[in-house]
């Protein structure tokens, strides 16, 4: 039996003091635009400053990663896509991971609920890419406010002008350039620091296994060669300066103004930038909206939600774990919390977080925090916990599938283990589930916006719920909402046809955009919208 704590009483002044020394934050990008390497710098230079005197050796920073998959295979979970914690000038940093690649999938754009800001990490090579197009729209769509990274700026790679007005045309905001390079793509020099003009050669420090050094430099008293490369810096950034305007707290918490920075992460360039952008800009965690009441202020007795669900991916571990963001008051581990949605207090005796290197057991946490509720079986993305004054916090968007796959029990014994555990992994979130009459209950349709999902859902149907299951993949490739009081909803029609969710939704799927288009022609009365947040 867990042993229950009474929760203590929050020292408003002390909750007002963690909170404001926090920052949490994603990094969004293409994959391979740098961000594990990035994640590894801002870990290299936080850990720096937390054990002064330590030399970190390339050995070290892979060993940093090796041991996350260590965890990951021990425990079958992946923890690296949870949430790294890092301590750079007093601030705790909360790295919230969007997983990519192979992994994309919704969670990708729901971790995005947890966050206060946003790193956008752009190749300098490659501008703009899909992905990263993607998730700036979730981004936008909740008004996160954005700090735009330029990475590789130490290979050849497009100019730096032209990537700025990229920024502008792409993003809707105002790109402001913080720092400005030494040199164009390619010929990586140094920084200058608009705000604080200065001029910073940079050089890296073996191989990039340490922290770049930084030294402030003076372009009049330089040779003319490299005096030119500072002199044509200082032109170009007053040429932004001059059309942008200068940075301002405001337009950037409203995300009208995205602060930009040149890097090369693989040699630490510009990241300790970073690191003091995020310090002394980024925004710490604020009182969050709430569904029931004004929003929720950081004093108030504990409350956060669960913003993503990771169970069953290795059949020989039941792990169960739930991330919930912490919105206000402190955590203790063991105190009991309410459920708002079912109303069921329980225990949270197994409480762990992702800190530097290794997972471990959380005692105490502050808003901003990330914390792993270990066997919380019952917990559901989009559940909001609370201590004392109940609340209920907006619930995550879905997002539209462009996946889609019916589901079969390979045996139809089993379709009492299939009918449960599609039911399971719904509330789980773990994919969307759409039914029709036509189709029936034994053939629900599978909807996800990234192919792990399927991969999970048939693997966990298979081993946890006993039931292995075929999927047939459909065509179709993008969803749409039928909106209230649609009239002459028809059950299918030419390229898609119409399906429902469990919370109601009538979803349209199409197999391309012309598709839409002809819907729209034939079936006048039927108004689609977006799914969730427009992307
Ligand atoms: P991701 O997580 O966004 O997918 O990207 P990741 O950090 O894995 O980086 C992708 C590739 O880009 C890696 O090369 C990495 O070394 C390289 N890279 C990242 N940042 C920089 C940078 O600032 N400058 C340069 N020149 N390269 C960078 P790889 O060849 O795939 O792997 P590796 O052999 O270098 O480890």
Redesign the pocket.
């Known amino acids: 039996m867990p042993v229950l704590t009474e929760s203590l009483p929050t020292d408003p002044a002390a909750v007002r003091r963690e909170a404001s020394r926090r920052r949490t934050f994603a990094v969004i990008?293409h994959?391979?635009?740098?961000?594990?390497?990035?994640t590894e710098a801002l870990a290299l230079l936080a850990r720096a400053i937390q054990d002064a005197g330590v030399t970190h050796g390339k050995s070290s920073r892979h060993a940093t990663v090796s041991d996350w998959m260590g965890i990951e295979q021990e425990r079958g979970i992946s923890i690296s896509s949870a949430a790294l914690q890092l301590t750079y000038r007093d601030t705790i940093l909360n790295v919230v991971d969007t997983p990519?690649?192979a992994d994309f999938s919704e969670d990708t754009y729901r971790v995005l609920a947890a966050v206060d800001s946003a790193v956008m990490?752009i190749d300098a090579a490659k501008g703009f890419e899909p992905q990263t197009v993607k998730l700036l729209a979730v981004c936008k769509a909740r008004n996160i406010p954005i700090i735009t990274v330029i990475?590789?700026w130490?290979?050849p790679g497009l100019d730096a002008l032209g990537l700025i007005d990229d920024i502008g045309e792409r993003t809707g905001m105002t790109p402001v350039p913080l720092t400005w390079p030494a040199g164009i793509a390619g010929d990586f020099h140094g920084l200058l620091d608009i705000p604080g003009k200065r001029a910073f050669r940079l050089e890296a420090v073996d191989g990039g296994a340490q922290a770049a050094t930084e030294t402030e430099v003076r372009p009049a008293e330089l040779d003319p060669i490299e005096a030119a490369r500072w002199v044509e810096a200082e032109e170009e950034a007053g040429l932004v300066e001059s059309s942008n305007g200068a940075f301002d707290t405001a337009e950037f918490a409203a995300a009208r103004q995205t602060p930009v920075l040149f890097?090369?992460?693989?040699?630490n360039f510009g990241v300790s930038q970073l690191l003091d952008t995020l310090v002394d800009l980024g925004p710490a965690p604020s009182p969050r909206e709430t569904l029931t009441d004004e929003p929720r202020p950081l004093e108030s007795p504990f409350s956060g939600f669960v913003f993503k669900v990771q169970a069953g991916q290795d059949s020989s571990h039941r792990d169960h774990i739930a991330y919930l963001r912490i919105c206000s008051g402190s955590f203790e581990r063991g105190m009991v919390i309410t459920n708002q949605r079912t109303g069921k207090p329980f225990a949270t005796k197994y409480a762990h977080r992702v800190l530097g290197r290794s997972r471990e057991v959380v005692d105490t946490a502050w808003p901003g925090d990330v914390v792993g509720l270990v066997n919380a079986t019952s917990l559901r993305v989009g559940d909001s916990l609370f201590a004392e004054e109940p609340v209920r916090f907006p619930d995550i968007p879905r997002f539209s599938p462009e996946l889609f796959a019916v589901a079969r029990a390979k045996d139809p014994g089993r379709y009492k283990q299939f009918r449960r555990g599609i039911e399971q992994l719904e509330h789980e979130g773990v994919v969307q589930v759409l039914r029709s009459d036509l189709r029936g209950d034994q053939a629900p349709v599978l909807a996800a916006v990234g192919a792990l999902q399927f991969e999970v859902a048939a693997q966990r149907l298979g081993t946890e719920f006993n039931a292995p299951t075929s999927l047939d993949h459909l065509t179709y490739t993008l969803a749409m909402a039928v909106a209230p009081g649609s009239t002459g909803v028809p059950e299918t029609f030419r390229g898609g046809e119409i399906l429902r969710r469990a919370d109601g939704e009538v979803i349209a799927v199409f197999g391309d955009k012309w598709k839409v288009g002809h819907f729209r022609k034939d079936y006048p009365g039927v108004v689609l919208e977006p799914i969730g947040a427009a992307i």
């Open positions: 990008s994959p391979d635009a740098g961000k594990s390497t990035l990519g690649h990490l990475n590789k130490d290979r890097a090369a992460a693989a040699k």
